[in-house]
């Protein structure tokens, strides 16, 4: 059974910075496409940022292009979210999620396998 863990929400002041991890297990971390996506009360799960198996390729949704950064660590089996001079409008319930099929990154419905979530509130 493949399980996702987040950690590293929480609240930070606006202009700040907080990194999230997200660690597998009970699969195979180095094959699957990952991805981060948030959500807020009332609205659909929206993409964030992806990167691909390999770390060849990494996505980023337009709002947070040039503040967050995507990483992975395959030897720890985690993937990692960078997320510099936090706004207000990036509090929400952040998921991390393993594509083991990779057919697509954008698109909450590609991906097979999700965490618990973790929540970021960025406070002006």
């Known amino acids: 059974q493949v399980q996702l863990v987040e950690s590293g929400g929480g609240f930070v002041l606006a202009g700040g910075s907080l990194r999230l991890s997200c660690t597998v297990s009970?699969?195979?971390?180095?094959?699957?496409?990952m991805g981060w996506f948030r959500q807020t009360p009332g609205k659909e799960r929206e993409f964030v940022a992806a990167i691909t198996w390999s770390s060849t390729n990494k996505y980023y949704e337009d709002s947070v292009k040039g503040r967050f950064t995507i990483s992975r660590d395959n030897a720890m089996n985690t993937v990692y979210l960078q997320m510099n001079i936090l706004k207000p409008e990036d509090t929400a319930v952040y998921y991390c999620?393993?594509?083991?099929?990779?057919?697509?990154?954008?698109?909450?419905?590609?991906?097979?396998?999700w965490g618990q979530g973790t929540q970021v509130t960025v406070s002006s």
């Open positions: 009970g699969g195979t971390f180095a094959s699957y496409d």
């Open positions: 999620a393993a594509n083991r099929r990779r057919i697509g990154v954008f698109e909450s419905w590609e991906y097979d396998y």
